[in-house]
């Protein structure tokens, strides 16, 4: 069975733009949850959607915004970049939501933004 | 507040030794608990979980871990660290049915041959 895919896996961009990164899940698994990693802040959740619902929202700007698809891939949407927002941005599926539930990692997307 | 700490941001050890990460949580009930590793340039790989089925867990490449109620600690061990170990390690908690995981801030390990 094919892992969590990300894409793509690096980017670059420029201050005030906006990005976007899609994630694929593990077949079968319903639930994708964000994390954005520095080496400042270590891994942040993002969000976390299931069934094209967001579940779940952590402590960043309005600029972050998330989506799920019905066949369960989501993107991750970033207005308006700035330099704090150069990271790494993991993605993680899931069968279904809960805290039993383990998540399962894709390599994440580099983002650098000048 | 629900938290999760990894006392020792880097850990060096030499090939052949014991590795031992820490883990320590707070929260008033038992938490579901993860160990994840993370190689250079490479998501994060699930090393082992604790369920409350058995408080000793095994997981995979020879590493183990375990859950003490009473000291709110799930540590990391291997008998012996190997080079291929050299990586970060993250401590990571479910508290709840509704709450994110919260990780812990890393910890990276280094073996010297």
């Known amino acids: 069975k094919a892992g969590v895919t990300q894409t793509p896996r690096y980017l670059i961009k420029t201050r005030g733009q906006q990005v976007t990164l899609s994630c694929s899940p593990i077949?079968?698994?319903?639930?994708v949850s964000w994390y954005q990693q520095t080496p400042g802040q270590g891994l942040q959740f993002l969000f976390e959607y299931f069934s094209e619902t967001q579940r779940n929202k952590g402590n960043f700007p309005g600029r972050f915004s998330g989506r799920q698809f019905s066949n369960s891939r989501s993107e991750m949407n970033v207005s308006t970049l700035e330099l704090g927002d150069s990271a790494l941005y993991l993605c993680?599926?899931?069968?279904?939501?809960?805290?039993?539930?383990?998540?399962?990692f894709g390599p994440g997307t580099r983002l650098l933004v000048l | 507040a629900q938290s999760v700490t990894q006392l020792g941001s880097h850990v060096s050890v030499s090939e052949g030794a014991l590795v031992l990460l820490r883990c320590n949580y707070s929260s008033s009930v038992p938490p579901y608990l993860f160990w994840y590793v993370q190689y250079p340039n490479q998501g994060l790989q699930l090393l082992l979980k604790y369920t409350s089925a058995a408080t000793l867990v095994k997981g995979i490449n020879g590493f183990e871990a375990e859950f003490k109620k009473s000291e709110t600690s799930f540590h990391l061990t291997k008998p012996s660290a190997h080079m291929s170990d050299a990586a970060e390690y993250f401590c990571?908690?479910?508290?709840?049915?509704?709450?994110?995981?919260?990780f812990g801030k890393g910890t990276r390990l280094s073996v010297i041959a």
């Open positions: 990571a908690v479910s508290f709840s049915g509704n709450t994110p995981l919260v």
């Open positions: 993680a599926s899931s069968l279904s939501p809960g805290a039993q539930e383990t998540q399962y």
């Open positions: 077949s079968g698994h319903r639930s």
